[in-house]
């Protein structure tokens, strides 16, 4: 007999699951495939960090998988060559300069991009096989600080919180971090959690008022790096009001005495004084906390890229530690991670004074633990050189290799002009990248081609200890290898085995083994009960948070839960604090204080958010911000072109003019870098300082000025063809979903403008010119069989077209004479002057949304329903909010009820 097969449909839609790629929230994801093909993707309803949501950049994964840009084939010195030969000469290169100069001669610089798989076997490499720990990560310059606060406080990187933390919580304190725009998804939760909650009180600590202000109650514009005082000061008035739980104090921690002493004479006035807050809102933010049964901080950037972040943390984390708010529902010091896998980088030892699995490489005995194991020739006896550390020793030569994989310091690490020193001394600069082209690679000898994302299979680590995995969907792009079959292939040929995996799954079991090797309940983090799962249970592993072993086979949600911590005592460390300013402070020739962040829409360099014309809608390019008052002092208007000079470097941007911004200060996007402009990377404004105990950069104050930059002609031009870097004095580049557009200035008026245009890799066989003498404007376009494929305007200053009128002309099949009328005037229909857009999901701009909101639209899920805006991923409510605060009749009385530094006076949230 024989048995009925399945039926096999054609266009079958299949579901595979995997995780975002981006912040360190670690979504799920649902990836709809047809034919083998990525179709769709949304979030995954059951996974449980974000039950089904997602963010505008989550929601645009798939339009930045193109294989533009990719670099498909390794290179050496500029030549395609086979992997064998590629990982041959890396290999004997590295032999070559260990064997004259030693091993800490050379380094790896990765990234909390890689998955846990491939972090492990580089760290493996170099500390238990090279013999250095000369390996450090790109997660040294977000999340360091973090990782040293907690050691101090629990013996071991612990993060004891969880997200269900954040709902249910009585008080969140939101301190350096403008979630709504960094974890949108977990903003969103925290949005839904006051709506089930009306009582829950949030509080917004944060120099700058930000989207995250809008939910806020109480708005505190902290003075710039005086967190510690503040933290410090809320400790003195836990003390004096009897807010503290001293049977926990007596019982779960030591040194509070020595800590009690340190913050005496933080009274409130004396700390609002030294914060610049309101003495009277600042006690009742105090009295929020010590009143409420939870209280959550919730910490990232501002806290943590400090000189003094590591003291800062613990300064928080004292206060729970005093008030007994900790290891429990809805309560926590709650450091949120920027990257997909910081905490895995974290749980394998990927910076240079970690040993893999929470050990420590100054610890003999976790050296030996760690080298038999692995069964290593040798193993690092001491930390190596730090990030910034690192490239200081490769400019002076005392390290002369360095392997760069999946991060780009060039545009990350502070001081860009000390990297590129560096790098364009290093006799061997290796790079691992899944793109063709960034401003590192520049520098690269040997590049070798990585799979991306869609492509990658393995593991991450989120903010809340949970573990998810990351599934290869498709293919990996021309020779792509994964970064661990790379590392592997480098090392055999160096000589060493125990590189011979052949599946990721082989390395996670590792992995988890070693972090149960000899652990007898000393260390947290142990995921022994995963070191035995087959492939296939790899494959289906489900996300899970750690410790996951025999006392907690399924994970664990509460970590210290019985009060025991992972210090030699039990006990947690209170840990006594002095506040630090930071190190740059204004002076006579600086005096603008700088600070610098994420914008809602791109993510780190822009190497895959820029590939999705949506995610550049919504902020289209790089603005300074600044007070009004200091834009007068200055004589600066909204749209101007300002240098902004530090004692490091320069960068050249327009101006936005903003209430958000305290007087004195400015703020800078930290996205662009040279593959999109010519003078943006804001990492040329900040100097290598660092906190001295995590080696974390301070990247969120500097010393700066600005003076009006002057150009004869500005130029603006679309194109549909190939981006070629214009050959001009100033230029930035969008790119949008039918053209790229370009913003140019030069300091000599161009002789033909027409010739050119002509010039610029543009495929056109007709030209049109118009020119207006009055407001000495000129206009050009150029078609091909009437298909619009070039735009230009030439004026004296700084102009704009809307970009939905762009997009809507090159898509078009052909333009109407009507449609090139008008754009020979630069006068698009009013049915595209729609001003900024703020909705990316559904193209909803500013205009039609204030005239909804003055029709009577009070709320955003009105504005939802009539526009669409904010139904979708939601990462636009907090602006719709902001709209809504400033537009709607009788806005004035409008949240009286919340208490800011202006008395209830609603700032509107800007693009920047």
Sequence with gaps: MTLAQPLQHKHTTLIKQSTCAYCGVGCGVDISLQNNVATAISGTPEHPANHGRLCIKGTNLLATQSDDNRLTQPE???????????????????????????????????SGQLLTEDYYVANKLMKGYIGSGNIDTNSRLCMSSAVAGYKRAFGEDVVPCNYQDLEQTDVLFIVGSNAAWAHPVLFQRIERAKQLNPQMQVVVIDPRRTATAEIAEHYLAIKPGTDGAFFNGLLHYLNANNALDNEFIAKHSQGFEQTLAACAKWDVTTTAQYCELDAKQLTQ?????ASSKTAISFYSMGINQSSSGVDKCNAIINCHLASGKIAKAGCGPFSITGQPNAMGGREVGGLANQLAAHMDITNSEHRDIVQTFWQSPTMASGNGSQAVELFDKIKSGEIKAVWIMATNPMVSLPNRNEIASALSQCDLVVVSDCVANNDTLDFAKVKLPATSWLEKNGTVTNSERRISRQRGIVKPCGEAKHDWQIICDVATKMGFSGFNYTHPSEIFSEHAALSGYKNNGQRVFDISALSTLSTSEYDALKPVQWPINSNYPEGCARVFADKKFATASGKANFIAISPQLPKQQTCKQFPLLLNSGRIRDQWHTMTRTSKAGKLNQHTAKPLLSINPTDASVYGVQAGDLVAVNSNTGEVIVGVDISDNIRQGQVFLPIHWNKQFASHANVSNLYPSVVDPISG??????????????????????????????????????????YCTSQQLAFTEKLSDELAWCKAQNVQASQWLQFSDPQNQQSFIIGLEQNKLVCLAVFSPLPSESEPQWLEHVFSAKEVSAQEISAMLQGKPSDAFANGKQICSCFGVAEKPIIAAIKSGCNSVEQLGKKLSCGTNCGSCKSELSALISQHQVGSSDVNSNKSTENEGNRIPVLAV
């Design 696 to 737: 974390q950069p301070e990247t969120k104050q500097s010393a700066v000025n600005i003076k009006s930059k002057h150009y004869q002609q500005h130029v603006q031009f679309h194109c549909n063809s190939e981006f070629v870097k214009p050959q001009a004095d100033f230029w930035l580049k969008t790119n949008n979903q």
């Design 76 to 110: 050496i010195n500029g030549e395609q060559v086979d992997w064998p030969t590629a990982t041959n000469y890396v290999a004997e290169q590295f032999k070559d300069i260990i064997a004259e100069h030693g091993s800490d001669a050379v380094a790896f610089y990765v």
């Design 285 to 289: 933010v105090y009295q929020l906390f």
